[in-house]
């Protein structure tokens, strides 16, 4: 099922770990900010169906693969027949932690392909062990919430838009700059965007969902600092989907 898997095999563990990371981000964005398409395409009417991430950023839902045995390992098999007999919320976590197992598969199947040593393999799991897991993207088990900022004095009577939006601090002496800087950076350093799952970065923009508290990369979410503020409550993807699904 795998586009161009005839001809696209990567050899080292940069380049698997490259590959994971693409099937990896595709399958968040089915799960998080393309939800309402990714649930309306998993119908149970339909045959069984699988989620399919590729390393090109880009998911599919589909039937599996004809050949027996596959090319390549295959996701769950029927996650459609789950839909509506439990809890989206329930049901996305179901599948996103099937989405794991088969990202992990398919990795080490290359690793297997292609004869990876046991240091080689040691290293390929550190670093897809570094990322967070689809499912605690997903869950939102990856992110440490920010919560400091709403209880501060200065919050308490407009704290949406000063813990909605990670600002650039004004100009401050050298001293009191790096300890602010240093501040700021342990705030934030588990902090993972619900969208894509990447960590928090200093200069890049990021915004918070009001509903869920999830916080996202502006660019994840087409939000830019001049929109955001004009916006009284912002409304991730998610649960704006939520909200309109009848």
């Given at each position: 099922?795998?586009?161009?898997?005839?001809?696209?095999?990567?050899?080292?563990?940069?380049?698997?770990?490259?590959?994971?990371?693409?099937?990896?981000?595709?399958?968040?964005?089915?799960?998080?900010?393309?939800?309402?398409?990714?649930?309306?395409?998993?119908?149970?009417?339909?045959?069984?169906?699988?989620?399919?991430?590729?390393?090109?950023?880009?998911?599919?839902?589909?039937?599996?693969?004809?050949?027996?045995?596959?090319?390549?390992?295959?996701?769950?098999?029927?996650?459609?027949?789950?839909?509506?007999?439990?809890?989206?919320?329930?049901?996305?976590?179901?599948?996103?932690?099937?989405?794991?197992?088969?990202?992990?598969?398919?990795?080490?199947?290359?690793?297997?392909?292609?004869g990876f040593d046991k240091n080689d393999?040691?290293?390929?799991?550190?670093?897809?062990?570094?990322?967070?897991?689809?499912?605690?993207?997903?869950?939102?088990?990856?992110?440490?919430?920010?919560?400091?900022?709403?209880?501060?004095?200065?919050?308490?009577?407009?704290?949406s838009k000063p813990n909605k939006v990670?600002?650039?601090?004004?100009?401050?002496?050298?001293?009191?700059e790096e300890s602010l800087d240093d501040?700021?950076?342990?705030?934030?350093?588990?902090?993972?965007?619900?969208?894509?799952?990447?960590?928090?970065?200093?200069?890049?923009?990021?915004?918070?969902?009001?509903?869920?508290?999830?916080?996202?990369?502006?660019?994840?979410?087409?939000?830019?600092?001049?929109?955001?503020?004009?916006?009284?409550?912002?409304?991730?993807?998610?649960?704006?989907?939520?909200?309109?699904?009848?």
């Amino acid at each position: 099922m795998d586009p161009g898997s005839g001809t696209y095999n990567p050899r080292t563990v940069e380049e698997v770990y490259r590959d994971f990371k693409g099937r990896r981000t595709a399958m968040i964005k089915a799960l998080t900010t393309d939800v309402e398409e990714f649930y309306n395409q998993c119908d149970p009417e339909k045959e069984n169906l699988c989620l399919y991430g590729f390393p090109n950023e880009r998911w599919e839902v589909n039937l599996p693969a004809e050949e027996v045995p596959p090319e390549m390992p295959e996701p769950a098999l029927g996650i459609n027949f789950a839909r509506d007999g439990m809890q989206d919320k329930d049901w996305l976590s179901l599948v996103a932690v099937h989405s794991d197992a088969w990202l992990v598969s398919v990795a080490f199947y290359f690793g297997a392909r292609f004869g990876f040593d046991k240091n080689d393999r040691r290293r390929l799991f550190g670093m897809i062990n570094d990322l967070p897991t689809v499912y605690e993207v997903v869950s939102g088990g990856a992110k440490a919430r920010v919560k400091e900022k709403s209880s501060t004095p200065n919050n308490s009577s407009n704290k949406s838009k000063p813990n909605k939006v990670a600002k650039v601090p004004k100009p401050q002496p050298k001293e009191e700059e790096e300890s602010l800087d240093d501040e700021e950076e342990d705030e934030h350093e588990n902090t993972l965007c619900g969208a894509c799952g990447e960590n928090y970065a200093s200069d890049e923009f990021w915004i918070c969902c009001d509903i869920c508290e999830k916080w996202f990369h502006g660019k994840c979410v087409k939000i830019t600092p001049a929109r955001a503020e004009h916006i009284k409550q912002y409304k991730c993807p998610s649960c704006s989907n939520k909200r309109a699904r009848p």
